[in-house]
């Protein structure tokens, strides 16, 4: 069935350090691709999402491009702040031609932590 | 209220205990989740509802039991749960269940502690 790696965590960086967090999926059909991230004591909120293949996604200076080639939705962001500590899930809806089901399918969860 | 809210935030029952889970969605939305979030596993889908209809049931126990009276409301029913159960849980909505392009809005979850 479908699935989702993303990196394990947790990720401690320096405030101001470039971000990577790597994200590979397996799905029989056309899947969206999202970003979620959670902060502590909440719930999941969206952060970015791509439709189709070489679609980027962006928002709050993050950016994901949706790689069907390599099956990858990477997340990065060139500068963190230590507001941007949190858990960041990659997570795809899975579908088919002519249908969906549209269920989300999301990875384990990436513990990024900010230092000043 | 915008958004999707959840009530109660924290719960803390014990296993003889009979409680309800709400969640509201103010979005206007077709289709309605409840998702289990334990520490150290991926969030796990427990039901959907789409225009109020649960369409999917993912092999969750009998003690769990959820109720969607319209589509702005969602319930979950608890009775006699383990320690186990202990989690996040999570309620969610989307604009409608069938097109995957439609993000879903999370409330922001009851920590349930089962004692």
């Known amino acids: 069935g479908d699935s989702v790696t993303q990196m394990e965590g947790p990720v401690t960086l320096s405030e101001e350090a470039f971000l990577t967090i790597n994200c590979t999926y397996t799905?029989?059909?056309?899947?969206?691709l999202f970003w979620y991230v959670q902060y502590p004591g909440e719930g999941l909120q969206l952060l970015l999402k791509?439709?189709?293949?070489?679609d980027k996604g962006s928002n709050k200076g993050f950016e994901a491009t949706y790689r069907k080639e390599t099956t990858s939705f990477h997340l990065e962001k060139g500068s963190v702040q230590v507001s941007d500590s949190a858990v960041y899930f990659c997570a795809l809806s899975d579908r088919w031609d002519g249908g969906s089901q549209g269920n989300l399918i999301f990875g384990k969860g990436t513990k990024l932590s900010v230092k000043p | 209220e915008t958004g999707v809210t959840q009530t109660p935030r924290h719960l803390v029952m014990g296993m003889t205990n009979k409680k309800s889970l709400k969640c509201e969605q103010h979005l206007g939305h077709n289709a309605m989740y409840w998702y289990k979030q334990s520490a150290k596993k991926p969030l796990e889908l427990m039901f959907v509802y789409s225009l109020e209809e649960r369409v999917e049931n993912n092999s969750v126990p009998s003690r769990f039991s959820p109720e969607c009276p319209n589509s702005s409301h969602l319930f979950l029913h608890l009775h006699t749960l383990q320690p186990e159960d202990s989690a996040l849980y999570l309620c969610?909505?989307?604009?409608?269940?069938?097109?995957?392009?439609?993000?879903?809005?999370f409330g922001p979850g009851t920590r349930l502690t089962v004692t």
């Open positions: 799905a029989t059909g056309y899947p969206s």
């Open positions: 791509a439709t189709k293949a070489d």
């Open positions: 969610a909505s989307s604009q409608d269940r069938l097109l995957s392009s439609y993000e879903q809005y």
